[in-house]
């Protein structure tokens, strides 16, 4: 035990002694960058000490700014604006990640793709896991004039409805998507070779510290197996850089880093260092070359912003029905993938300049994730294999902030593709998740007990 | 094991302490904020949506005129209309949360900049051109104010003329769809916020069943919070980012050089949050509520909005243009000092107001 956990061990139970109720509760879930907001800013607000510092905070607002500048076509009028497509899904960061949440998807508001922008990316690939030769890695849906897009996805749910086997026999129902892509720009792969995954974009809360968890952590909590609850969970090896590396980042932990340059590349066609070719070379429809759309400064302070973002603490943690509902967690055995605490790396992340943050080291962290692969059931899969992560298998999401998406967003869709409209779908998706167990307590538990452990869940 | 060891360890070091005074819970926490909330809501933010919506139906009506006759005495009506239908916009910046977000109108209404390339390039297309077809076809950047003002206004290179509209029929036919999608857009942020399923009786009965917020105090948080942000955003954005680089390029109404009368009226619009009441200060705000706990502090905000928005309308008292004015010497202590202002004000909400609320 470090001497700082030491001290932190100490101060909590000084606070136990004078019926505080700080760390008892895990309100500060950001250790030193938790916020203390409710609102619809809440994802949005910088982390307490980078606040308080204004080269920090200066750093902190251009990548701000960076991240919700809506990108017109080049040549831009206006200077540094530019860039856009000419293939695109979105127009900014903020297109999908609106006040660095989880925009409301348009699979619901438009049926698929949107008239502006898409709030989702549609993986592709063949059968063997190579990109088709004329389409990017994602579907680019959304294209400048004279550009055609690759194509349009449309979705149809199906709803099928059950009922609690408990007193109350509480009906519930779960919609089943599924999804086409129409408006091909050119000949399309054949049907039998092409796998698609559609993933609605993850909240941006404490992105810096996920990614300086202690990865001495995530290796013990693989190796951690709880037969009894049949769960097997697994790390995400990927290669992305030529080098091997633990993933954390993505639907299937498939990132290393936070794709600030893959997503400026890919999600909005701006070109940079590290992704100079447009998304569309080789497309018989584009033959200008723009050169690079935007700086390794720029991507940094992106980086930057991202990286700086504070953890919204807990509301209404000391509830009698919020605790009850922490209780149940625990019992149903929910902590267990969705880990409550994790810690940070002692040796301080760095940016992807190489900028140290030594803010965001030796922290204790409450994101309700263990990072770790799982596998879900067919049911959820999408046959979308990555790395290491199977079809089937999805890393544990992250709970911090999720009882403030409705605010923030104004919605409640959750799950890769969005398909839960709310927090009880979303349970009742575990389904088919390895061994089930939890997923059978919770749906045999009481009504009121399923409503606590619910407002748990909304309390983080 | 060894964390039980560490327990035991601890508590013989530590033992329990004599009890602490709790921390005293800031005054917010125990004030009702029922009737803030209600009128807040009904007073001055569905008052603002509505006057957008009826000024934004006046614009429409106003270009259609023009496009039936072309005249400068139309041109100057549509212009004046879309002024008009700027200021409730501007005034409803200070609350910038729920369906004009959520539903992502505050892009379709308010993009920045004009995409002019892809502008041009529809414009000499043969592409039908319908509220319908730019709601439906075109992004954020090929609609809203900001495309509207370009047309209406041209560039200080190319300023727009009756004449010349009159000979491109396709200007025409793009600003009464692009004003049609406006007048759609800001009805459907009205529709939004009324009736019983609206969103303002949510934010009302924020810490209720069925609100927005799980605490009434959220919601008050989050009328704060939009003040101080946009009072950031005009003072470290709007002024901030054209006047740092002397690039007019960068200016938000470069067109109508509307952008003093922009930023003063983001400072109503903390003026009638903090009011609440577009008519005065209102029995129930959040200015009573801090003039409850401290007199001169509601005094100093209050004070301090009307001297933010002087201290803009002063960079321009002269007649100079804000356009100008970023590039002009003499201008440079009006400018900063209208920042500060600003600034000052932040500061005060921030660190005195936010307190009296959240702890």
Partial sequence: MSGRRWWLLVSALVSACTGERGDDELVQQGGTFTVNDATAYSYMSPAPAIEDNPALLERHLNGDRLYGLERVASPARVPGTGGLGPLYVGRSCVS????????????????????DFSTFLVFMKNINGEFFPDYGR?????????????????????????????????????????YWITDWYTTPPPENELAISVRVPLRHVGLGLMMAVDQGELRALAATQYPEFGITPRLQWIQERGVWEIGVGGHKAQHSDLTVELGFSSNLGITNHRFPDNVARGQPQITVDEGLEISDAEMADVDFYLQSLGVPARRN??????????????????????????????????????????????QTIHMYS??????????????FTQFQASGDEWRTAPLWGIGLQQVVNGHTYFLHDGRARNLLEAIMWHREEEGAVSYEIFRHLPKADRDALMAFVNSL | MSTLRCLCLSLTLVGCAPERPATRPPPGATYDFTATLQ????????????????????????VRVLASAPTEAHLEAARQAWLSTRVPWEQSEGFLYGPVSDLGLDPSLDSWPVDRIQLDQVLASGLELTSSSIAANFGAGLRGFHTIEYLLWGSDEQPARAADLAARPRVLEYLIAASGALEADASTLKAAWVGDDGYGKKFAAAGSPGGVFFRQVDAVQQLLTGLTEICNEVANGKIADPYKAQDRSLEESQFSHNSIRDFADNLRSVKIIYEGSRAGVGPHSLSAFVRGQDEALDARVLSQIDAAILAIEAISSDGELFTSAISNPAKQQSIESAQDAIRALMTTLQRDVLPLIVS
């Fill in chain 1, 370 to 383: 263990d990072l770790l692969l799982h596998d879900m059931g067919p049911a959820l899969g999408d046959q």
């Fill in chain 1, 96 to 115: 999908c990640h609106q006040r660095d949440g989880r925009t409301k998807p348009t699979l619901f508001t438009s049926g698929g793709s949107g008239f």
């Fill in chain 2, 39 to 62: 009128h807040t809501v009904f007073d001055v933010i569905v008052p603002t949506y509505t006057d957008l919506e009826d000024n934004a139906a006046a614009l429409h009506g106003a």
């Fill in chain 1, 317 to 362: 943690a000391g509830d009698p029905v919020v605790r009850r509902g922490r209780e149940l967690f625990q019992q149903a055995g929910c902590h267990l993938c969705h880990a409550p605490t994790l810690h940070t790396s002692r040796t301080p992340p760095r940016l992807i300049d190489g900028t140290p943050m030594p803010m965001l080291a030796d």
């Fill in chain 1, 138 to 178: 994602v579907l680019h849906d959304h294209a400048i004039f004279g550009a055609q897009p690759e194509g349009r996805l449309k979705v149809e749910y199906t709803e099928a409805c059950d009922e609690f086997p408990t007193e109350e026999h509480e009906r519930y129902c779960l919609i089943t998507p599924r």
